[in-house]
């Protein structure tokens, strides 16, 4: 079905006049059986009264007859009244009992009987089938002047008689309410079509077209001469289209106003990036270079240190502590330089992972005596529960991000604070590396960005805590290329918890 012809018999229009017209086909039906059924009572009146107009005249003749006991000119007369075309049969009683009758006629008992024209019984028709009514008069005989009555007529008639007569009178009236429909629907049709179904079918179809792209060639016309709704949503339409035209003509405009920006900002992120990227690289090289220069000077200072403390005698107790200050001083420092190095190659493609069974108990003892001395300073004391567990990574990247984690442990510990090594396996059987310490805390906000590089919270700078902002970088850096997680929950004065979570050996990609 094309969809020109689904909205036609589908519109409101169709629908209504469908609806009007099943309306009007039920009056229309029910008024010309009513008045089928008045033409009907009317007629059978008729028939009844011109039953009666027989009294006059038949009733001299049967008079004379019943009196002198004629039965041939009763039977004549009786021929004569069936002669009537309304008249299907007459009955001559005498003091209430059967005289004489002809035609078809109904007993006292009910029975319907016919006679033939000699007024003999011919049959028992049954009972009242034939809807017979009937009209009875008295038979009246003028003897001497006087009346008497001399007996009583019944005459005959039945519904066929009636409808005999109504047939033509019925089927003008059914014919006339056929073509009073047939021309209401006709009109009805054309006249819905032209003033519902075909403007709202060119509305319809003219929404359907709306194309945004193509709007300036989209007019509508409904060809309404009057003032009506139609043409108010008509009005409507095409001012609607002219504004969604103007809009999308702004909209072209900002777009390729956008076009240019988007480019121009392009352009110009382009050439921030590649300025980033060459400070980034010489930053790098920077970096790499100074480290690189600082690295021989500060072995020479840790080993020559090491080797005076070794030689000194044991009264010189002043230039032991010196000693020892700058033993201290240069392992730190070289252990900084050794992360900027780190750092600067954990950003390049050539900084490898050698994958290797790690035993973690070795690993914490080795990094706590690494950081031991700088406990000193604030009385942190180091604790460890040990545990055996092996994890499948890099010893080395293990150590180097121990001793991190546990370097911001004391830094940014209180005074005669504690830490907290520890180790466990999570309900997956992934074995977990825990430092706690008792120190500052980190505020929930900042725990995803301390592993930002070169961020340092404020807390870091204003009391000259020693520090670059690239340790949890490194931390993170190391974590993520052995591909295991690092987490911390950490409560401000309380203190923070870091955790490093292993994969099992046969979860790593290589
Ligand atoms: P650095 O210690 O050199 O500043 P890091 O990358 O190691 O750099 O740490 C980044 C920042 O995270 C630090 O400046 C400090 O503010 C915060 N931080 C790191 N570890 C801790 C900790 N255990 N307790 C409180 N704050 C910490």
């Known amino acids: 079905m094309s969809t020109n012809l689904f909205l036609k018999q589908n519109s409101i229009a169709t629908q209504l006049i469908n609806f009007v017209f099943s309306i009007y086909c039920v009056i229309a039906v029910a008024i010309t059986v009513g008045q089928i059924v008045i033409e009907y009572k009317h007629t059978q009146q008729a028939i009844e009264d011109e039953l009666k107009t027989n009294q006059q005249i038949f009733e001299p003749v049967l008079s004379a007859g019943v009196w002198n006991l004629d039965k041939e000119q009763i039977t004549n007369t009786l021929n004569g009244m069936l002669a009537i075309p309304i008249v299907i049969g007459v009955k ?28 003999k019984p011919i049959a028992v028709v049954g009972a009242d089938s034939t809807n017979i009514f009937s009209y009875e008069f008295p038979i009246n005989y003028i003897f001497r002047g006087k009346s008497r009555e001399v007996g009583s007529a019944t005459i005959y008639s039945n519904s066929s008689v009636i409808i005999q007569r109504v047939q033509f009178g019925v089927i003008l009236i059914i014919i006339n309410a056929i073509i009073k429909t047939i021309a209401l629907w006709c009109l009805f049709v054309w006249a819905g079509n032209r003033l519902l179904i075909k403007p709202l079918l060119k509305l319809v179809h003219a929404i359907d077209k709306v194309d945004f792209d193509e709007l300036g060639e989209l007019e509508i016309n409904l060809d309404n001469k009057r003032e009506n709704e139609l043409t108010i949503i008509e009005s409507s339409f095409s001012e609607m289209l002219k504004n969604l035209a103007d809009t999308r ?11 240019e920006k988007v480019k121009e900002r392009t352009k110009d992120l382009l050439e921030s990036k590649n300025e980033a990227e060459q400070a980034n690289k010489a930053k790098s090289d920077f970096l790499s270079r100074i480290s690189h220069e600082l690295n021989t000077p500060l072995n020479a200072i840790v080993g020559g240190s090491q080797v005076l403390q070794c030689n ?113 396996v999570n309900s997956e059987g992934a074995v977990q590396m825990h430092i706690k310490d008792s120190g500052i805390g980190i505020d929930s906000s900042d725990q995803e960005l301390i ?52 994969k099992q050996k046969k979860e790593i990609q290589h």
């Open 451 to 502: 592993f930002e590089p070169f961020l340092r919270l404020d807390y870091a700078k204003t009391n000259c805590i020693d520090g670059i902002g690239i340790g949890l970088s490194l931390v993170k850096t190391l974590v993520d290329r052995m591909q295991a997680t690092v987490s911390v929950y950490s409560k401000i004065n309380i203190g923070s918890t870091f955790t490093i979570t292993f």
């Open 92 to 119: 001559i009683e005498q003091k209430g009992q059967f005289f004489t009758g002809m035609g078809i006629i109904k007993s006292n008992s009910g029975e319907v009987l016919k006679f033939n024209e000699n007024a």
């Open 312 to 424: 000194m005698t044991q009264g010189d107790s002043d230039n032991s502590i010196l000693l020892k200050h700058i033993n201290t001083a240069g392992l730190h420092l070289s252990m900084l330089v050794k992360d900027i190095m780190d750092f600067v190659y954990s950003n390049k493609d050539e900084f490898e992972v050698n994958w290797e069974e790690c035993n973690l108990n070795d690993i914490i003892i080795s990094s706590i005596v690494m950081v031991q001395p700088f406990t000193q300073a604030q009385n942190i004391t180091i604790d460890y529960e040990q545990k055996e567990h092996n994890v499948y990574a890099d010893s080395g990247r293990i150590r180097q991000i121990l001793v991190n984690l546990l370097n911001n442990a004391i830094k940014y510990n209180k005074k005669n604070g504690f830490i907290e090594v520890y180790t466990s």
């Open 249 to 259: 003509i702004e909209i072209i405009k900002s777009h390729l106003l956008l076009e």
